[in-house]
């Protein structure tokens, strides 16, 4: 029974309607059903049984259209004939049945069959035009009631009360159950569908939360898959430089290592451009925007292309003067992000060589004017280019991640749609447009910027320590650099001494590690750690004069290194160089505010790594420097500003209370700083250029000298004072220290 009313409600189903669709017609069926087989069983054989035949035709007629009407549905599945038909039919049924049977009393409240099509509008039609079958209804109300009286001089059937009570029972319970059944199935069916809907929407709940951490391991696979990406682009890139600059390589050999190191560094690019796109989407992109002169940056980025723009035989002009023309303009300052805004202009001239034919034009202009349409003042930026030009079709998808317009001319560059869908949103992110036209062999691309700073927020707005440095467009391997400690080559001092200073190389990676300590080991005494923990242990062990440490490693991090080397009195002097792929600019400030000394991002340049060191010893030389004059003052004359300075004081307030104590070793001195002889040794060594010997035995002698100065006694008595218990090594270490015998020293105060 069940699978037959369900295959009736079914009839008028059609594949493509939608679950409300067939909820509707589902429940017109319902209602026109039962409706058509009461008229055709109950209600036409009630009349014709009690002689009734007019009053009996009109319900059986109808019933019988109703079931041709609803086999003519389930074959045609035109829902809305069908539904306006029905409504039709049960609005006129009981106003003809009410005149044959001779007025409202005679007809048993019939009228009230025909609510059933306004409301039954409500749920199959609309709520709107439900009003109109309403209106019908009502019309069709007043009309039997101006008539009513008429009738029963036209039509009298001499019905009995008993006969004609039985039919308004009959009438009330039919129509009252008939709606309840529509209302039942409909309140049903919708109370069904929410929770339908409401178990879809925890499931859709479910799924975001699923995709919101998927995005986020995304996001970390991005940033650790860097690494992996950039060390052995470190590795090959080194290794292609050895070959291109080996003097005994071929000329061959010399190409196929500008061919690695080119491909490496494309590499590179592709790399850094899907980093930039993973911290768009998760929103870690923070801008850090400085006031400053856009006309200045764009020329000075300009020229950075203009050689490889000559190779190719292109002009280029910059606000239709040439180049290099010295030629002055009006500045235009306003708030932008420096290294993301580099990217920018760095595709869109990078595209503009790539994409003009030998003997073309690029022109960039920079203008400073009013938006009417926005009414607020901007600054565009227009780069042209001549060339094959973009298809008009095709122009809306070019800022679309990795589209490629495919044409020939452009099919004969290598490409990944990268480059313009990062242009785009960095632009956005600073507030501004970027749009892209092409016509009559020429192509523009057009960046739209704000000239006030609504867009940023507190935080990413920073000051510009030095206003006229530009960045250099990395072009090949040795200008990608840190920006920060840019130095000179020609102001790096030389740091060729007696003994080699010990450089502590802290890398999980052990090609990397290997690659290292072949640069820096003809200059130093390299000493290799396998991760974090490895690299503590050593770094407190052996006290190196420098370290060089990964950021991520397994067991501890490079931060976390930093940090314990820096919070330890034996180590916290040791310079430390941050070696990573994070190339972010939140991720150099962490390891910076951590304490370290120096950052370089892979893949790096060995020079540049080599004068890096030399410039943090030439920092540590200066240091002992200061120190060593400072090693002879009393304590309480040490002004304590650096935890350098506090380690001295303390040492020197341990050697002062044992000065007289001849047998006081730098064992005992370890001891009373918990530190071993190796580690103070080492400690002294790269702070004073000292070593604890020599830094007790001139304490002593400055002391004596404090005392000789003030005529404390003789010179055997202050050198027994002092902790020396021969006159003759006491006077011997006077003389080497200060350039005099202890007596002189003392006559010449006198």
């Known amino acids: 029974m069940k699978s037959l009313f369900q295959k009736f409600i079914s009839l008028g189903h059609h594949p493509d309607d939608s679950e409300e669709e067939k909820l509707r017609k589902s429940s017109l069926l319902i209602m026109s059903g039962p409706f058509a087989l009461a008229a055709v069983f109950i209600w036409g054989p009630i009349y ?40 039709f039919l049960i609005l006129i049924l009981p106003f003809a049945l009410q005149i044959s049977l001779g007025g409202f009393v005679p007809s048993s409240a019939v009228m009230y069959w025909a609510i059933v099509a306004p409301a039954g509008a409500m749920f199959f039609d609309s709520v709107r035009r439900s009003a109109y079958w309403f209106g019908a209804y009502m019309l069709m109300v007043f009309c039997a009631y101006l008539i009513n009286d008429l009738l029963p001089g ?18 009330v319970v039919g129509v009252s159950s008939l709606v309840f059944a529509i209302l039942y199935y409909f309140v049903g069916k919708i109370t069904d569908l929410n929770a339908d809907i409401e178990m879809k929407n925890i499931a859709l709940k479910e799924q975001s939360d699923k995709l919101a951490e998927m995005d986020k391991i995304k996001s970390r696979f991005f940033a650790n898959i860097s690494h992996e990406f950039r060390t052995p682009l470190t590795l090959i890139l080194g290794m292609a430089n050895k070959q291109i600059t080996k003097q005994a390589a071929s000329q061959d050999e010399q190409k196929d290592g ?65 180049l290099n023309d010295r030629h002055s303009y009006q500045p235009i ?19 503009a060589v790539k994409f003009t034919n030998g003997g073309g034009t690029i022109a960039v202009e920079v203008n400073h004017e009013k938006d009417t349409a926005k009414e607020k003042n ?50 956005e992110l600073h507030g501004g447009s970027v749009t892209v036209q092409s016509n009559l062999g020429v192509t523009s691309f057009e960046v739209q910027l704000p000239m006030n700073e609504d867009y940023l927020k507190e935080d990413e707005k920073v ?52 690659f290292i300590k072949s640069i820096l080991q003809h200059d130093y005494y390299v000493i290799e ?89 030439s920092i540590r030389e200066k240091l002992q420097k200061k120190y060593r004059q400072e090693s002879g003052l009393k304590p309480k004359e040490v002004k304590v500003t650096s935890v350098h300075q506090k380690f001295l004081k303390d040492l020197k307030e341990v050697v002062e209370d044992n000065i007289e104590n001849e ?13 071993s002889r190796s580690q103070i040794h080492r400690k002294l060594k790269a702070l004073t250029n000292q070593s604890a010997t020599t830094f007790i035995r001139n304490y002593r002698l400055h002391r004596a000298a404090d005392l000789l100065s003030q005529q404390a006694g003789s010179v055997t008595e202050i050198a027994y004072q002092v902790g020396f218990n021969s006159q003759t090594y006491f006077s011997s270490s006077f003389q080497e220290l200060f350039g005099c015998s202890p007596s002189e020293f003392k006559h010449r105060l006198k």
């Open 48 to 87: 014709f049984a009690n002689g009734l035949i007019i009053p009996g035709a009109i319900p059986f007629s109808y019933g019988i259209l109703s079931m041709v009407n609803i086999v003519s549905f389930s074959f045609s599945k035109k829902y809305k004939f069908f539904r306006s038909s029905q409504l």
């Open 154 to 171: 036209y039509v009298n059937w001499n019905l009995s009360d008993r006969f004609i009570n039985a039919l308004f029972l009959m009438n």
């Open 258 to 322: 500008l061919m690695i190191k080119g491909n490496a560094q494309r590499l590179l690019q592709l790399i850094n451009q899907l980093l930039d796109l993973s911290k768009l989407e998760s929103n870690e992109l923070k801008l850090a925007s400085t006031k400053s002169d856009i006309i200045v940056f764009t020329k000075n980025l300009f020229q950075q292309f203009e050689s490889l723009a000559s190779t190719k035989n292109i002009k280029t002009t910059f606000n239709g003067h040439g």
């Open 333 to 351: 300052e306003l708030f932008f992000d420096h290294e993301q805004f580099q990217k920018i202009l760095t595709n869109l001239f990078s595209n």
């Open 378 to 427: 901007v600054v565009t930026i227009k780069i042209s280019n001549t060339g094959d030009g973009i298809q008009e079709d095709k122009l809306q998808f070019v800022f679309d991640r990795f589209y490629q317009v495919d044409s020939d001319s452009n099919r004969k560059y290598e490409g990944t749609g990268i480059g313009l869908a990062l242009v785009k949103e960095l632009v």
């Open 463 to 514: 000051e510009l320590k030095n206003p006229d440095f530009v960045i250099q467009v990395p072009t090949t391997a040795e200008n990608i650099v840190s920006p920060f400690a840019i130095v000179n080559p020609e102001e790096v001092p030389d740091t060729d001494k007696e003994g080699q200073l010990d450089v502590l190389i802290v890398e999980d990676n052990q090609d990397l590690r290997s």
């Open 529 to 617: 750690a396998v991760d974090g923990i490895d690299g503590f242990e050593k770094a407190e062990s052996l006290i190196p004069d420098l370290i060089v440490s990964d950021v991520m490693m397994p067991r501890m991090d490079g931060y976390n290194l930093c940090k314990q080397l820096k919070s330890d009195e034996k180590t916290n002097h040791i310079p430390i160089i941050l070696l990573t792929a994070k190339a972010g600019r939140e991720s150099r400030l962490e390891g910076l505010e951590l304490g370290a000394d120096d950052y370089l991002v892979k893949p790096f340049d060995e020079e540049e790594l080599r004068i890096r060191i030399k410039n943090l010893i």
């Open 663 to 675: 047998l006081f070793s730098v064992d005992d001195l370890g001891k009373a700083m918990a530190m």
